[in-house]
């Protein structure tokens, strides 16, 4: 597909009438009287300041609006942002993974259930306290075996938990009920099964892939998690647990999206001050002269204004701007001298 | 002969942000900003590997949604305006630095990278940049694969494996589509490895995959060779595990290479350095102040006190960077080599996005890298995971561990307070998603429920990105974030309760669905 072309300006000497069309806005600017200096033997007034003229990159973000459909309606699928709903009517428990030390579980409990609740309950519904039975479960997933479980009491405004894990390398459920004050649980729901795995060199070998040389995956695991060659198991297994904590993962640097990563040394925010000078130059001649700034061509706007803005490094600098009548007789010249200096001065402390 | 193999892994990732209604857009700028400086430099430096003669490999993962935006018309319009204005400030900088070389150097060489990257990606990829990828997959010197539909973080998607297998089912089609093949290997995103992902993996003909180095480390039984060999999971899926000390010297904020005092510092932006007046066209147009790309200091110091960048000692920093990270390599081979009796292979993954952005001289620390394995020793040979594959294809059984490439190495960064809520809603709407989908299991349905059906499934999927919870949790634009879900899953519920109540709102849902375009052969039946 073709780049889109740019939009061209209509050139300055076309016309000595006041009215010229700006081409992209669609504005019209007026141009004032070509400065006639010998007739009256006044100054040349000075021109009114003129809004730039878009530019092109301005242009085609209006180009781009209206090809793919200015803003509007059509794509405003929602006037607000919808606020999520407190619950969904629906009774259930969810129990994720942090790490191999945290489980969190989130759950609710409609009202309807804690009335079938009240009911099979009877009198012991209002002495009984919300829980959640946290089981430690084996066997398959048709048939569930519970090896040991425990109670944590949880507030009935309260919809999630994060909790301890006894054991790695193990699997749990999460119930969420109501505990009665003669020991009888009542279970509202129940989670998926959660597996935590080991955090650690597993302890199970495969025959057919092993060493039988002295501290084989010592030195293996020594070697693949960066860490001294020659520790014992139990050290690397600390080491391991260390670094999990540590900084080598995308969380260090991030993600793109993250924007705050600072790569390399982190930066110290003591206090500072940072200052630099430009100088501007700007001047107004007849819109048809030749002009030149340090010898090079200046660009004119319509209007015979010009401004130029350098960056105004230590030093001195000559800056002759001159200027060629429109009928090439007469000549104009203004001369700047500009010096910089900068004292910077040792931090005072008071 | 090599004594080793190392496989670099790019996992280009950007979340899908299009904005149509709004005529600019600031996190928009992610897009734009990675295309000039991330995208459009690595495809440079691998074709120019490739047209030098030098034999190389690497692989790379580009994620569904990045497609999906690097081949979106408006976005497409929107970087060429995007470009264009750093055309235009680049320009006028070089005005501005008239009186200044060395500051006047930096800014001719921003306006030529600027001018350059804008032809490329206009005449050269024909606004396309996939092309470009696509093409150096069919010369044989990058393996493409692919990550999951919205890069969901799918050990927290563990209610359902019909929702997870989904994210994948998408992202393969996806590909098949865009590269004309179905990939071989995926990123999970994060790194996020759950039991009983592998077998969906399968499902889909995906035969390898990679984990943080404790997944395969800590797969039962032991690996026998560590992390220097892959592990087959009983599904038949094959792992990698991520090399610590490779990826130590490049990720590393206190010890990495992009730390090095004479690269390029990120945070001296003329955005923020530059008088207002000046600089206001340039940035946000509220008036906050913004990253350009536009940076002329290097980073000196951990002070506020930078010198001016001197862009030929950078270059010598990455030569030496490069040749420093291949010795560490070889030696690592030769030894690795003598203790396994086999010949290692050293896996180095990097989000894509350090190279050029992050770490300005990172692509040309990859150049330099490639050319001095090529050409300055032999005992690595780079490599990708399939050719490895069918070149040693008897590997241990083993299932890898539960884990992610994240901080602290599990799920600790998209599950924490500042996060957590947003599960109860993704589980809520996962499970309504699957009850849509058992209502019109046998593929009948009207034209129109199906449109609905599929632009659900695109709004489950968006809400589902991994991207909003970790802005939540390092706190970036986290107001952003938040709305994100909160309108994701306010679109899937009324599309879904629209759904179920057979009365679409036709209007609405062609409004959403021009808005939320990505993943076009989207179908609802992935949830099968």
Redesign the interface.
């Known amino acids: 597909m073709p780049e889109k072309k740019k939009e061209k300006s209509v050139k300055a000497g076309a016309a000595k009438k006041n009215v010229r069309k700006s081409a992209a806005a669609g504005k019209t600017t007026r141009k004032k009287a070509a400065p006639g200096t010998a007739k009256t033997g006044k100054t040349t007034p000075r021109p009114p300041r003129q809004k730039p003229e878009p530019t092109a990159s301005e242009l085609s973000l209006d180009q781009v609006s209206r090809q793919y459909g200015s803003p509007g309606a059509e794509y405003r699928v929602v006037e607000e942002i919808p606020d999520l709903p407190d619950s969904y009517g629906k009774t259930r428990v969810v129990a994720l993974m942090v790490d191999p030390d945290w489980i969190h579980v989130f759950w609710e409990v409609t009202d309807e259930d804690l009335k079938k609740a009240k009911q099979a309950l009877g009198k012991w519904f209002e002495s009984a306290a919300r829980h959640l039975r946290v089981k430690r479960v084996g066997g398959s997933d048709d048939d569930i075996e519970v090896l040991e479980q425990f109670y944590i009491e949880v507030g009935e405004q309260v919809r999630n938990w994060y909790l301890r894990v006894p054991h790695h390398d193990a699997a749990y459920q999460v119930d969420i009920g109501l505990l009665t004050t003669n020991g009888d649980y009542f279970m509202l729901a129940s989670s998926n099964v959660l597996r935590i795995p080991r955090n650690g060199m597993s302890d199970v070998i495969d025959e057919k892939w092993t060493s039988v040389a002295k501290g084989y995956f010592e030195k293996i695991y020594a070697l693949s998690g960066g860490f001294q060659v020659g520790m014992g198991s139990l050290q690397l297994q600390e080491k391991m647990a260390e670094f999990l904590r540590g900084e080598v993962s995308s969380g260090a640097l991030g993600s793109f999206a993250l924007g705050s990563g600072a790569v390399g040394a982190a930066r110290e925010r003591s206090f500072w001050l940072r200052v630099g000078a430009e100088l501007i130059i700007y001047g107004a001649t007849d819109p048809r002269a030749k002009v030149t700034l340090l010898g090079e061509p200046l660009k004119l706007r319509n209007d015979g204004t010009f401004s130029v803005r350098f960056a105004l490094p230590d030093g001195t600098r000559d800056i002759p701007i001159a200027a060629e009548s429109p009928d090439g007789v007469e000549e104009r010249e203004i001369d700047i001298k500009v010096e910089r200096t900068t004292d910077e001065k040792k931090p005072v402390f008071k | 002969m090599e004594k080793g193999y190392l496989t670099i892994v790019l996992h280009a990732?950007?979340?899908f942000i299009r904005h149509?209604?709004?005529?600019?857009f600031l996190e928009e700028t992610?897009l734009f900003e990675?295309i000039t400086e991330t995208y459009i430099p690595l495809l440079k430096v691998f074709e120019g590997l490739e047209s030098d003669g030098v034999d190389f490999r690497v692989t790379m993962s580009l994620t569904p949604t990045l497609v999906a935006m690097l081949r979106d018309?408006?976005l497409q319009?929107?970087y060429?305006?995007h470009i264009?204005?750093l055309?235009?400030l680049s320009g006028r900088e070089i005005?501005?630095?008239?009186?200044?070389p060395k500051?006047l150097r930096l800014a001719l060489d921003y306006h030529y990278r600027f001018t350059n990257a804008r032809d490329m990606f206009?005449n050269k990829y024909?606004?396309d940049l996939t092309s470009g990828f696509r093409r150096l997959e069919e010369a044989g010197k990058l393996e493409l694969i692919t990550c999951a539909g919205t890069h969901s973080y799918m050990?927290?998607m563990?209610?359902s494996k019909r929702v997870r297998a989904a994210q994948v089912t998408a992202a393969v089609r996806q590909h098949e589509q865009v590269f004309g093949k179905r990939p071989k290997g995926i990123w999970l995103p994060?790194c996020g490895y759950d039991?009983g992902v592998d077998e969906i993996l399968d499902d889909e003909g995906i035969r390898f995959f990679f984990t943080?180095?404790?997944g395969?480390?800590?797969?039962?039984?032991?690996?026998?060779?560590?992390?220097?060999a892959p592990i087959v999971c009983p599904s038949g899926v094959a792992v990698f595990?991520r090399d610590?000390?490779s990826?130590?010297q490049v990720?590393?904020?206190?010890e990495?290479y992009?730390?090095?005092?004479n690269?390029r510092d990120?945070?001296r932006d003329i955005g923020f350095?530059?008088?207002y007046d000046?600089i206001k066209?340039y940035i946000h147009p509220d008036g906050i102040r913004i990253h350009t790309g536009i940076k002329y200091h290097r980073?000196t110091?951990?002070?506020?006190d930078k010198d001016v960048y001197d862009p030929n000692i950078a270059n010598e920093k990455a030569a030496e960077h490069a040749g420093n990270f291949m010795f560490n390599r070889q030696k690592q081979a030769e030894?690795?080599y003598g203790?396994?009796g086999r010949k290692p292979i050293v896996i180095a993954p990097y989000?894509a996005?350090?190279f050029g952005?992050?770490?300005y001289e990172g692509p040309e620390w990859l150049d330099y890298l490639f050319r001095k394995i090529a050409f300055d020793q032999e005992a690595v040979r780079t490599i990708t995971p399939s050719e490895y594959l069918s070149e040693n294809p008897v590997n241990?059984?083993?299932a890898p561990?539960?884990?992610s490439?994240?901080?602290?190495?599990?799920?600790?960064?998209w599950?924490?307070s500042c996060n957590?809520w947003i599960?109860?809603?993704l589980?809520?709407a996962s499970d309504r998603m699957i009850e849509l989908v058992d209502l019109f299991s046998d593929g009948n349905c009207d034209p129109l429920t199906r449109r609905a059906l599929n632009q659900a499934a695109r709004e489950l999927m968006l809400s589902q990105s991994s991207?909003w919870a970790?802005?939540m949790k390092?706190?970036?634009?986290t107001d952003y974030a938040i709305?994100r879900v909160?309108?994701h899953?306010?679109?899937f519920?009324r599309l879904y309760d629209e759904i179920k109540a057979g009365r679409i709102d036709e209007e609405?849902l062609s409004?959403?669905e021009?808005?939320?375009n990505l993943l076009p052969q989207m179908d609802y039946r992935y949830y099968l």
């Open positions: 990732h950007l979340p149509p209604e709004h005529k600019e992610w990675a018309e408006l319009e929107r060429l305006y264009g204005k055309i235009e005005v501005r630095l008239k009186w200044d500051l206009l024909g606004r050990p927290l563990n209610t994060e039991y943080d180095t404790h395969v480390l800590h797969a039962t039984p032991r690996p026998k060779y560590g992390i220097f595990g610590i000390e990826s130590k990720w590393s904020s206190v990495g992009p730390g090095d005092l690269y990120f945070y350095d530059l008088d000046y066209p980073i110091s951990t002070s506020d030894h690795l203790v396994l989000d996005e350090l952005h992050w770490w241990q059984i083993a561990s539960p884990s490439w994240g901080y602290k190495g599990y799920n600790a960064v599950l924490d957590d599960y109860p809603h589980h809520m991207d970790f802005i390092t706190g970036t634009v709305k909160k309108l899953i306010g679109i519920t609405w409004a959403v021009r808005k939320d």
